[in-house]
Structures are given as C-alpha cells and as structure tokens.
C-alpha cells in the first residue's frame, strides 16, 4: 500500500502487480540480454536473485539451465534466442531449473518477442511457470505405461513358459516312477528338480507382471519380519542388519503371506547387493504407521491418501545412480552384470508387481547416513478383517478311480495330463476347447466324476467353458489350473461353486490330492 496521499506511477503499479504474480517474469534487451526487469517469482524459481552482470551466451551456466536429462541446455535453444530469431510467441516444456539449494525446478517458458516500428525485435519477455509436479505425474505416468507393457509381455511369456514346464515336469515324473535304473531314475529327477527351479523364475515374472495373488489375510507386519528374522540374519550373516520396527499397533494390512514375505526378502537382498565394503556394512529395516497424501517423483505404484503401513529397508551402500532410478524396477534390469552373482534383474521388479496387486507403492530415498538406499513400501493399512482362507488340501493321495474330463488347448500338456492321470487309476477324457468339452460332457455326462478345466483358452475360456458346464449339470465338479496364479477371475469362478484351483506347473502329488478332495 502507498502512503495516503501519495499517487504511484504507471511504473510503480505495474511493478507491483507483477511482483505479486504466481509466475516468474523476466524482461531483456534484444540482442545482448540485458537484465531489464525480474519479479519476485522469478527469483523463486531460479532460487536466486537475478543479475544484470549475465548476458546472452551465459544464461545456462549462471542460472543452472538444464535439459530435462541433466545436460546443460544449449544457449542457442534457450527461448530467450528463439523469440528473436523467430520473432513469434515461443513455449519451451523442457527445462529444468537447477536452483544453488540442490533443489531441481521443472518449468514451461513463453517467450513474447516486442518489435519496433521497424519490426525489429527489441525486447523479449519470458513467463516462467514451475510445472514441477506436472512433469512428475507425467514422468510416472509413462513410467507406469513402459512397465505394464513390460509386464503384459512378462505375464504372458511366464504363463506359456508354465505350461512348457508342466508338460515336462509330468512326463519326467511319469518316466521315473516305472524306470528300473537307478542312474536314469536319478537323471529323471533332476530333470524335475530343474522344473522347479524354472517355476520359480515364472513366479517371479509373474509377481511382477502382477498376474494375480493368493487369498489374502489379515497380517501384522511387525510379526512377519520378526518370524523371518533368523532368515534375514543368516542372508545378510556378514553385514550388521537393523531392527527398528514401530508399527505393531497398528501395523496391520491385507495381504497375501508368501507374497509379503518375498518382498521383505528382496528388499533386503537388494540392499545386501549393494554393500561393497562389508566392514562397515549395515541394513536396517524400519516399520511404523503413516498418514500417505502423496509421494515424492521417486515413487512408483499406487498412490492412495490415507493411513498406510511403511516398510523400509535402508543400507549404507553405493546407492542408485539419477541417471538410472527410472529402470530399477524393469525385469532382467541389473547393475551386475559379472561373476557368480550376477543379477537376474527380476528382484525389484517382483517387489513391484507384488505391492502394486496390494494397493501399494514404493519410494525411492537416501539410505542410512545419508548414503545407499531407501526403498520405502507403503501398504494400506488394514481397516476390516479379512475374509476367510479356503482350507488346504489334505495331505493323503489316495489312489483315484473313475473318468476324469481334461480340457486344455494346449496339446502337450492335454496329453501329459492324460499319462499323470492313468498312473493315478484315473480313466482320463480330454478336449482340445469348451465346444468339444461340452460335447464330451453330454456323451459321458453319467461317468465324468471330475473336469480339469484350463483358465486360459482361445473363443471359448474357462469362465464361459464353466458357465455352459453347469448349465448340463449344476453339480459338476470343476478344478481349476492355470499358469496363472490365482487372480480375480479365477475366484469368480471359484466363487461360482468350482471346487479348487491349482497353479501350473503342478507335481503329480499335487494334481492326485486334488482331485481326491473333490471326487471323494
């Protein structure tokens, strides 16, 4: 306010407007740059006062002028330049203001270029808008949209890698049971074991590709890394490993046990991985409870306001290097890329997948010290009690009898479905896909005691194949299978009155308990 009495000038009016304008203002002469005007705002930005000592050629340098990928931004793009050479309105969307604080500022410029009478530039007028958190939302969200299409190709490559395993899994399981040499009988095995090796890679693309999850309860954080503490202590037996956890009261969260488990785990490893100097080497993991309004741009995953459950897990490390903090989480993405312990790339990329399928998201900080790494998991804390989990199966086989219907498109696992079950006693049926099935199931509707029906197929899937199935008999016993885990279409059908669902690959043990408990 001026003091009464006293009138201000066109001058001093429009100085004080533009001083109070949330969008930074920044005046110059044409050609040489010199400082004419610069608002309160524009000082915000840069994080600095500005400087008539700079010109045209050192604008970059002196005000910290970057690209959006950290390199110094080309004085000849800067729009200061282009205004004048092109005389028109210009918009820049790509710079990135590195303030002397350490802080780093995102902005859009428009550039007016002001002509004389004789059409020669000789002023040009930049307005600076910080967009910092637009090209944060924007960052995640192509980084959201690469990942899914990772994990669409992931999800798919691991449910037909499953169905590859399954069918030799119980061909070589077939084999060993009736082969007499003790060599053969050992190399059958270890064909087996190698199909369990495989199925967990699968698991791990698979977590990633967040396609699916079990029946999830209602778990205490706190209690589950505490039962995993003698694991963490002998994974970690060379680096001083930390327990600082505060969120037992209210530290509780819907989730899937092993899921969660593996999490922890993989997190630590990471951080196990990341210790190069074991001497002073040290992990802490950290829980308590937290109110979640928002994430920081190092944040991927869901991000839902309201009261959360952290999970930290920090080490004293190298740390993740800015230029690659956006890859981290893509599968086969691995800084080590030598020697036995070469990375798979699939850890964090599984930490991913997993904490997204719970509502979750992960945050990316400095570790402990202010060195290393700061991976931060935020779950939903849990508000409501679980719904029940479906009892296990029994752990007795007994031998089958009766005609058990196979519908599965995938020609070797139909056929080594048919072997698996007529070592069992089984007298096995199988079709190719729900029209066939469905003609097989009205020609032996009376001896079909149960149908091994395979989620994914093409024209008719397992949901439409389920529904036509029970419109012949409404007491048709179904087993689900999959090389999926069990995901929401899946407990639809379950839901539906189907009996069970098993995961492929499955062991012969597996498929024998199974069908025992719902033939029984």
Do not use: C
Not at 343 to 352: E, F, I, P, R, Y
Not at 474 to 495: K, R, W
Request: proline letters at 4%; hydrophobic letters at 45%.
């Amino acid at each position: 306010m001026s003091p009464a009495g006293v009138v201000l000038s066109d001058r001093e009016i429009i100085h004080a407007l533009a001083d109070d304008l949330p969008i930074g203002l920044w005046v110059a002469r044409a050609p040489n740059g010199e400082l004419i005007y610069a608002n309160r705002a524009f000082a915000e930005i840069m994080g600095q006062q500005p400087t008539d000592e700079v010109q045209a050629g050192a604008y970059a340098g002196r005000y910290g002028i970057f690209t959006r990928d950290g390199r110094p931004y080309p004085e000849q793009r800067l729009p200061f330049y282009r205004a004048i050479h092109e005389n028109a309105i210009v918009v820049v969307d790509d710079i990135t203001i590195r303030r002397p604080d350490g802080g780093d500022v995102d902005v859009r410029a428009f550039a007016r270029p002001v002509a004389d009478s004789a059409g020669v530039v000789s002023h040009v007028i930049i307005a600076f808008i910080d967009i910092t958190r637009e090209a944060e939302a924007e960052k995640r969200l192509q980084r959201a949209q690469r990942l899914e299409a990772i994990g669409t190709l992931a999800g798919g490559i691991a449910h037909d890698f499953n169905n590859l395993i399954f069918g030799i899994k119980l061909i070589a399981a077939d084999l060993s049971s009736s082969e007499p040499d003790p060599k053969r009988r050992a190399a059958l095995e270890m064909i087996d074991d190698v199909t369990e090796r495989s199925a967990l890679l699968t698991r791990s693309l698979l977590g990633f590709a967040r396609r699916g999850k079990h029946r999830a309860v209602l778990i205490a954080l706190d209690d589950t890394i505490m039962g995993m503490r003698v694991l963490l202590e002998r994974t970690l037996s060379s680096v001083t490993i930390q327990f600082d956890l505060g969120a037992k009261h209210r530290g509780s969260v819907i989730a899937d046990q092993a899921q969660l488990e593996q999490v922890v785990m993989n997190l630590v490893v990471n951080a196990r991985d990341a210790l190069r100097d074991t001497s002073r080497a040290s992990v802490r993991i950290t829980t308590r409870t937290v109110d979640l309004d928002s994430l920081r741009g190092g944040s991927v995953g869901v991000v839902t306001p309201g009261a959360h459950v952290l999970l930290e897990v920090s080490d004293n490390g190298v740390g993740v290097a800015p230029e690659i903090r956006d890859r981290v989480f893509e599968p086969y993405f691995t800084t080590k890329q030598h020697g036995a312990d070469r990375g798979t790339g699939l850890g964090l990329a599984t930490v991913l997948g997993i904490v997204e399928s719970h509502g979750g998201s992960i945050e990316i900080t400095e570790g402990l010290g202010g060195r290393g790494t700061a991976m931060r998991v935020y779950l939903p804390a849990a508000l409501d009690e679980a719904e029940a989990v479906r009892p296990r199966i029994p752990s007795a086989a007994p031998a089958g009898s009766g005609t058990i219907l196979v519908i599965d498109d995938d020609a070797m696992v139909r056929n080594a479905l048919v072997t698996a079950l007529e070592s069992l006693g089984y007298r096995p049926l199988s079709a190719e896909g729900g029209d066939e099935a469905l003609a097989v199931y009205r020609e032996h509707r009376g001896a079909i005691r149960a149908v091994l029906l395979d989620m994914i197929m093409p024209v008719m899937g397992g949901g439409q194949t389920f529904a036509a199935l029970r419109e012949l008999d409404p007491e048709v016993s179904v087993l689900l299978m999959s090389g999926y885990t069990i995901n929401d279409d899946v407990q639809a059908i379950l839901d539906r009155g189907a009996r069970g669902f098993i995961t492929k690959p499955y062991s012969i043990e597996t498929l024998a308990r199974s069908l025992a408990q719902i033939v029984q």
